[in-house]
């Protein structure tokens, strides 16, 4: 089944997302956290996310996730030791089981998240819009979306002028290494202030709150589909959390 | 002729500089006419436009001096959203002009904010992608595009808010040959149509159909007389 292919509302998309998330959250023994999990994941497979892209995209995120969890696991004294040298114990049943609920709810919201990169930004601020919110608060919120990349291209570009210059990063003691980012910081932090202004100008030049409302070009409507599924979605939560 | 833009004795200096980067300048810009203005780097070309379309002193800061008006009304009474209904700016680098998912979003945005009809919307996006030549790319994403075609998308955008005066700011700055050709042609079209337009421009072919090429010198505007 390939649900993209039906055109389904963004609003649909986040309801979903909104659903899978609080089931995340609100659940704390594994095994459910682990069926939520899989039902993430069918969801998204549903809907064509590409899966193996957004785990190669948050790579970085997840050595971060991983040394949480393992952080936590070490820190959590209950239950009985797994891993101890000498008089010290380093990992717990207990231990080991917070941190695999950590990073199964971890899971379920970043893949329920990845659910709605099938919708464009401009679908996503027009379902907010929609729903009631100010559209300069939606927009901002796509602005700065979008903004991300054009941080981290700014950091790449930095990164490759100063290997240009003769230093390798790779192979510099990590003390000197962070003295090296310290320096790049400042200019980084420069470039993107400037984009973002420069960005903001064509903004305001093309009109932007010229009047107290504006018209929109895309107008989203929902189909049965959508109310079924977000029916779904809902009465299945609902279930999910007294059942369980 | 009716005179869209008249600038007189304007002085201008940033915030902590200790000379005039614009040293009395007086300008006029008739219905219909194109005129060009090269100079240096750093001559001030680009502080002008940023002037005459209001950006300073709204966004930017400095010691302006002098009356700049448009169709007889000072634009230090105007808005920089009215000034921005009659005046279309188009920058050097369009990655920083273009911020929507798709063409057709990026071209929609500015007469959405100026509460055009959704139909006459949907009617402008399709003439004017025509104009700049980009109808197969109305869905496309616009970080897919080359320089050249952002830089027509850029154009598109600002061109389908029907403003009266359009401002292209070294427009051709980050382009190859095709791409220049190709804004080029664009331009000597809007032309014909009798648009109204000021051009900052470095390279002299770029600018060969202008009515007028004044030269920004010493802060001070003038007839270009030739390299």
């Not at chain 1, 609080?22 to 899989?38: A, N, R, W, Y």
């Not at chain 1, 790579?59 to 010290?88: E, H, M, R």
């Not at chain 2, 929507?100 to 399709?126: C, Q």
């Not at chain 2, 004017?128 to 980009?134: N, P």
Request: net charge positive.
């Amino acid at each position: 089944m390939r649900i993209e292919e039906i055109r389904i509302d963004p609003r649909t998309k986040l309801i979903i997302v909104l659903c899978l998330s609080t089931l995340g959250i609100v659940f704390k023994d594994i095994i459910s956290l682990v069926k939520i999990l899989l039902t993430t994941i069918f969801i998204s497979i549903c809907f064509h996310v590409d899966l193996m892209g957004s785990i190669k995209k948050l790579k970085s995120l997840l050595y971060i996730l991983i040394v949480i969890t393992l952080a936590q696991s070490i820190f959590s004294s209950d239950g009985n030791p797994l891993v101890t040298i000498g008089k010290v114990t380093f990992l717990t049943t207990e231990g080991l089981y917070k941190g695999l609920e950590f990073i199964f709810r971890m899971m379920i919201i970043i893949f329920s998240a990845t659910i709605l990169t099938t919708s464009s930004s401009r679908e996503i601020v027009q379902g907010f819009v929609q729903w009631g919110l100010p559209y300069e608060m939606a927009f901002m919120v796509a602005i700065g979306i979008r903004f991300l990349p054009i941080l981290t291209e700014e950091i790449k570009d930095s990164l490759i002028a100063i290997q240009l210059r003769g230093i390798e990063l790779d192979k510099i003691p990590i003390k000197k290494r962070i003295h090296v980012y310290s320096y790049l910081f400042t200019p980084i932090v420069l470039g993107t202030i400037s984009k973002a202004e420069r960005l903001s100008i064509a903004i305001e030049m093309r009109g932007f709150r010229a009047y107290d409302s504006r018209t929109s070009y895309m107008v989203l409507k929902m189909s049965i589909l959508d109310y079924i599924i977000i029916f779904m979605s809902i009465v299945t939560t609902i279930i999910f959390y007294i059942v369980y | 002729m009716t005179k869209l833009i008249e600038v007189e004795n304007l002085y201008f200096k940033y915030k902590g500089s200790k000379y005039n980067i614009l040293d009395g300048v007086n300008f006029n810009l008739s219905r219909g006419e194109v005129v060009a203005i090269v100079g240096l780097s750093g001559s001030g070309k680009s502080t002008f436009l940023n002037i005459i379309c209001g950006i300073i002193p709204y966004i930017y800061n400095g010691k302006i001096k002098g009356t700049v008006k448009i169709w007889g009304q000072k634009i230090s009474s105007m808005r920089l959203s009215e000034i921005s209904t009659k005046i279309g700016i188009v920058f050097q680098d369009p990655d920083t002009q273009l911020f929507s998912p798709t063409v057709e979003d990026e071209i929609a945005f500015g007469p959405e904010n100026l509460m055009v009809d959704r139909e006459e919307i949907g009617w402008r996006i399709k003439k004017i992608l025509k104009v700049v030549g980009m109808e197969d790319y109305r869905y496309e994403n616009t970080n897919n595009l080359s320089g050249g075609q952002k830089q027509l998308i850029a154009m598109a955008s600002v061109l389908v808010m029907e403003p009266e005066i359009l401002l292209f700011d070294e427009v051709f700055a980050q382009l190859d040959k095709e791409g220049k050709k190709r804004i080029s042609q664009v331009l000597m079209n809007l032309k014909e149509e009798g648009k109204s337009m000021i051009l900052v421009e470095h390279d002299y072919n770029n600018i060969k159909f202008a009515d007028r090429i004044m030269e920004l010198k010493d802060g001070k505007l003038q007839e270009f007389k030739g390299r």
